[in-house]
Each structure stands twice: as C-alpha cells, then as structure tokens.
C-alpha cells in the first residue's frame, strides 16, 4: 500500500477535480510511467500489477477527493497513510476520516459492501471493456482506466447516486414513513413520470438478470440494518423497508413485468455510505475500490485461457430508404 515517491503530491494534488472518477482514471495511466514493465504481460507481471493497484485505489480515491475539497471548497485537507496491518475498508475510514477512527460495525459493513460489488459475473459493462482491452494486448493500466471510464457512467457505477437523489427528493415530499398509502401514492407517481426526474423509473429496483431477489442485497441488508440501528436511523430505515415492499408490486402492476422485480445490492448501498459519512463524489470511486478485484481476475483469465481480439460485429437496423436529392427533401 505505497504510491511512488511525491505522486500524491505531483499528480494527485497537481490537478484536484471534483469528478474523482477521472481524478483516479488520470492516477492509474501515470503510474504506468513510473513502471519499468509497464507492458509486460507475462502473467506474473500482470498479477503484481493488478495487486499494486487493488491496494493502492483507496489512496488515489480518498486523496483525491481531500485534494478537490481542499482547494475547491477551501477545507482542510488530511493526508492519512495507509496501515499495512489493516483491511481495505479499515483504511479508507482511516485515511478518510480527520481523526482516522471508526467502530468496528462501520468497518465490517463497508468491508461487506466491497465484497458483494466485487464481481458479478462477466456481463456488465466495466468488466466486458476489461475484456475487450485485455483482448487487443493491451497493458493493465490501460485495461483498468478504460473499465474506470466505464464505470463512472450513471448508468452502471452511478446507479446509487441515483437513488439517493431520488431518496432525498422521497423524504421532501413523504411526510410519513410509516404510511404505505402515502409511501405507494408518490412512488406512483414516479413511476408516471409525474414526479423526481420524470424518467418513470424507481432506482434501485429491478436487474437485467435477478428478478425473484437480488441475492448481494438479501446479505447486504442485515448489516445495513444494524448499522442503521447503531446510527439512529430508524425513521429511514422504515421509509427503505416500505418502498422495498410497495416498489417491486406497482412495478410489476404498471410495466407488466411478470417474471418479478426485487431491489438491487444499489438500493441500499447509497445509503450505507451515507450513513459513513463518506461524501458522495466517493460512491462510485468506492464501487471501483471494489469491483478492480472483478476485473483483474477477469484480465487475467482473458489472458490465460484466450489468444483472440474481440471484435464485434454490427448490423444495421435502420429502414433502408432511396436517396433523395437535398432540393426535394421536406424540412
């Protein structure tokens, strides 16, 4: 858990940026510089690499985010170092954190957090670009800045950004937690785009593969139960028990969804960090602290067992039509 010699300093601290996301991404393609066997991909090689940069991503998130709200929003800034003798999630508390404690529920819970948004499986979108990279014999720096790019897109690592907007915006307009009636009566309303975003959706519910339950979220809630319990939170706790149970029946009822809508690990994860006290430009950098596990074992299997680009193909499925000179065509 070490970075080279003044690079916080000289890359981190140089360009501070309230988008953390492309703070790290910019941190992972210098570091590349500062190895000598940068594009070696002899697979011990490439497992120093990714072991380098699994234990050194919380740095470049949290010291990234202390530079931006140093100088952007005029705070103090901490520079914790890392203590070898603790896990992932004991040290980004640790180095986040001004007096650098926390219990030992906080940590258990964001250590549990980390390891369900690890890996799920080779079909989502950060780790098929690992691959794909990973397949044009690519170096690992370059595999994992263009997952870091995938990532970030609101779509897939800012989905619980997502729902903590739409969570704040519940709390503004729900006086009663307790109330299903009155709980149901808004969430409809989101969902016929007459209320949040106007997008008709209710984040944190449903998954392109999981639909009886999402099994993350089924191990993930017990602990976020108890450290909703040690924080005082109660009161929220009820308004997530109410729409985990309202949400999945008025979806099902108004987009006809049979095969069954259950929350995703997203719905509370947002609200865990929330409970943290971590910032929110630190949600989807802490799902990349996570999920860089995911894509290593991925790079490395690609390596291993495959010898072949990936090279997609694309068909058209546009209407073909008879050209039209420009003077003849409408408005």
């Known amino acids: 858990m070490s970075l080279p010699t003044n690079f916080t300093r000289d890359v981190i601290m140089k360009a501070p940026s ?8 910019r ?4 570091l590349a510089s500062y190895d000598p066997k940068a594009d070696d991909l002899e697979l011990s090689n490439v497992l120093r690499q990714c072991m380098m940069l699994i234990s050194t991503f919380p740095m470049l998130a949290v010291y990234g985010y202390h530079a931006y709200n140093h100088y952007a929003n005029d705070s103090s800034m901490y520079i914790h170092r890392p ?5 992932i999630a004991e040290n980004f508390l640790r180095m986040l954190r001004p007096d650098m404690s926390y219990t030992k529920l906080e940590a ?3 250590d549990v957090a980390l390891l369900l948004h690890m890996e799920h499986g080779g079909g989502n979108n950060s780790t098929f670009t690992t691959r794909v990279v990973t397949s044009s014999g690519s170096d690992t720096y370059s595999a994992i800045a263009a997952a870091m790019s995938s990532l970030k897109g609101r779509k897939h690592g800012g989905a619980n950004l997502m729902v903590m907007k739409m969570m704040d915006d519940i709390r503004t307009h729900v006086s009663d937690y307790h109330d299903e009636e009155e709980v149901e009566s808004y969430l409809t309303r989101i969902l016929e785009k007459e209320a949040f975003d106007h997008k008709g959706l209710i984040y944190g519910m449903g998954h392109a593969v999981y639909s009886l339950s999402d099994p993350r979220e089924v191990v993930f809630k017990n602990f976020v139960e108890q450290l ?9 706790m009820a ?9 999945p029946k008025i979806i099902a009822e108004k987009r006809k969804i049979y095969k069954g809508v259950s929350p995703n690990v997203d719905f509370y994860s947002g609200f865990v960090y929330e409970m943290l006290g971590i910032p929110r430009e630190l949600y ?5 602290i996570a999920r860089i596990v995911g894509w290593s074992a991925h790079r490395i299997e690609e390596l291993v067992t495959t010898d072949k680009i990936i090279r997609p193909a694309y068909k058209s499925l546009v209407t073909k039509r008879e050209y ?8």
């Open 108 to 110: 258990r819970v964001l």
């Open 18 to 25: 309230a988008d953390i996301m492309n703070s790290m991404t």
């Open 284 to 288: 989807t950098p802490l799902f990349a």
């Open 239 to 247: 308004l997530y028990n109410n729409i985990e149970k309202i949400a």
């Open 324 to 331: 039209q000179d420009r003077e003849e065509r409408g408005e």
């Open 27 to 30: 941190s992972i393609l210098t």
């Open 83 to 87: 203590d070898p003798e603790l896990s």
């Open 228 to 236: 909703a319990e040690e924080k005082g939170r109660d009161e929220d």
